[in-house]
């Protein structure tokens, strides 16, 4: 009776075909998944889904597809095949020496000297809008968030420790001295406080909706 209970209890109103819907689940799957979460998710017997795996592991070795469906630790999962090992190596080993562009630099360089600063202030600094390039240095790691500006609210931006490691010094202090290249931040002092409360405005609909990057910055 326990067994035909928890059978049932494992049964749903299938949401989609069994197969595709294994291989939407499977895909998006940070660790391998037992049959019977499978069949809960899905909607199917265990049975019936313990099938299904292994025929869809069978028709990728026959397809010979770049991938394959293993069962491993007790449970499924998908896996890059072994003879396209020196392939994928490649990709991501490229996709993490891959160069900032220069607006991605000087967006950096912006934040690394001016930190704790606000998007808005950057980009009163370099004349454009740094929404596309400072999400590029979010997503690399080599910016983060530092909390509110106090007086208008807006989100302040840090560069990290990792920034620190890629460029091979121990601390900001390392940082070459700056202020002959740069124009009188007095000067400038006005408009970036402008800018800042236009950003502390602004930013939840930005947030939700970033503002398209300028065509100079479309690229990072």
């Known amino acids: 009776m326990t067994d035909q209970t928890t059978e049932d209890e494992t049964l749903a109103v299938p949401l989609a075909d069994l197969r595709p ?10 660790q391998p998944l037992d049959e ?7 909607g199917y017997p265990p049975g019936e889904v313990t099938d299904a795996l292994a025929a869809l592991a069978g028709e990728y070795d026959e397809q010979g597809r770049g991938f394959e469906l293993r ?16 392939v994928v190596e490649s990709f991501v080993l490229e996709g993490q020496q891959a160069r900032l562009t220069q607006a991605a630099l000087e967006t950096l360089a912006v934040v690394a000297y001016q ?3 606000s998007r808005a202030r950057v980009s009163a600094v370099r004349g454009v809008n740094v929404d596309g390039v400072m999400r590029t240095l979010l997503n690399r ?11 208008h609210g807006a989100t302040l931006y840090r560069t990290t420790s990792y ?9 900001l202090d390392e940082l070459p001295e700056l202020a002959p290249y ?25 947030e939700a909706m970033p503002a398209p990057a300028s065509p100079a910055e479309g690229e990072q």
């Open 21 to 30: 819907a294994l291989e939407a689940v499977l895909m998006v799957a940070d």
């Open 36 to 42: 019977l979460t499978l069949a809960t998710t899905v």
């Open 71 to 86: 069962n491993v630790a007790g449970g499924w999962r998908f896996y890059t095949r072994e003879e396209y090992a020196p």
């Open 115 to 117: 930190q704790p600063v």
């Open 141 to 151: 790691g080599l910016v983060e968030e530092a909390g509110q500006d106090g007086e």
């Open 163 to 171: 920034f620190l490691e890629r460029i091979g010094i121990v601390s």
């Open 182 to 206: 740069l124009p009188e931040m007095a000067d400038m002092e006005e408009e970036l406080a402008e800018a800042a409360a236009s950003d502390a405005s602004t930013e939840p609909a930005s």
